[in-house]
């Protein structure tokens, strides 16, 4: 089956910094790469997601890369804030199932 | 337009108890999710309704659980006898098609 693997699972930055999370994937099928933000208590939270006919996506100061060759992917969040401060979470999925297989998650904090 | 229902938030049971986890899916999402969440495993997807019929069980992880959705809009999550090792935040996520997962709340189960 699929596995994704994310790294780091720790990252500390100061606020206006840039913060880079990454994924890679073992499936060379799968097609759909959704990021989730979770903060403590909380519901994962879709915050972007981009599909393997794409290389790179962006919301604000939010963007996602993906490189299918070396089947990995990879979120970049600009300019900080504390409130970005969460878990992430990186997935992948195959088209032809519906499973999020995801990452064990990147504790990202952003101090002030 | 209420998100993805879950209920109870918390349950505290005893060992050997029946535990039921109830989610209602966004209105007009043809898939349902159940996921469990624990430090160690991170986030596990048990099973997959599409359309009312399950589609992928191989994550239940033994015959204690089971899971049935006798309508579109509500599903169940059944845990019997409980174990300690249950102890998880259950979460319910639904979709439209290949669309992006949306996450109810969550139920955090303690079992003493």
């Known amino acids: 089956g699929e596995n994704v693997e994310q790294h780091p699972s720790t990252l500390s930055v100061q606020e206006g910094d840039s913060a880079v999370i990454k994924c890679t994937y073992s499936d060379s099928a799968s097609n759909y790469f959704p990021w989730y933000k979770q903060e403590l208590g909380k519901r994962p939270q879709l915050i972007i997601d981009i599909r393997s006919n794409v290389g790179e996506k962006k919301d604000q100061r939010i963007a996602v890369t993906l490189n299918k060759t070396a089947k990995h992917f990879s979120l970049h969040i600009t300019e900080t804030q504390p409130e970005d401060s969460a878990v992430y979470f990186c997935?992948?999925?195959?088209?032809?199932?519906?499973?999020?297989?995801f990452g064990k998650g990147t504790l990202l904090t952003v101090n002030p | 337009d209420a998100g993805v229902i879950q209920s109870p938030r918390h349950e505290v049971t005893e060992m050997g108890q029946e535990v039921t986890l109830r989610c209602k899916p966004i209105s007009g999402h043809d898939y349902l999710f159940w996921y469990r969440q624990t430090m160690m495993r991170g986030l596990e997807l048990l099973i997959y309704?599409?359309?009312?019929?399950?589609?992928?069980d191989s994550g239940m992880p033994e015959d204690r659980f089971s899971a049935k959705m006798p309508n579109a809009s509500f599903s169940t999550l059944k845990i019997q006898p409980s174990e300690p090792r249950d102890s998880a935040v259950y979460f319910c996520?639904?979709?439209?098609?290949?669309?992006?997962?949306?996450f109810g709340p969550g139920t955090r189960l303690l079992v003493l």
């Open positions: 309704f599409n359309n009312n019929v399950p589609i992928d």
């Open positions: 997935a992948g999925r195959k088209g032809s199932n519906y499973k999020l297989t």
């Open positions: 996520a639904s979709s439209l098609g290949t669309g992006s997962q949306y």
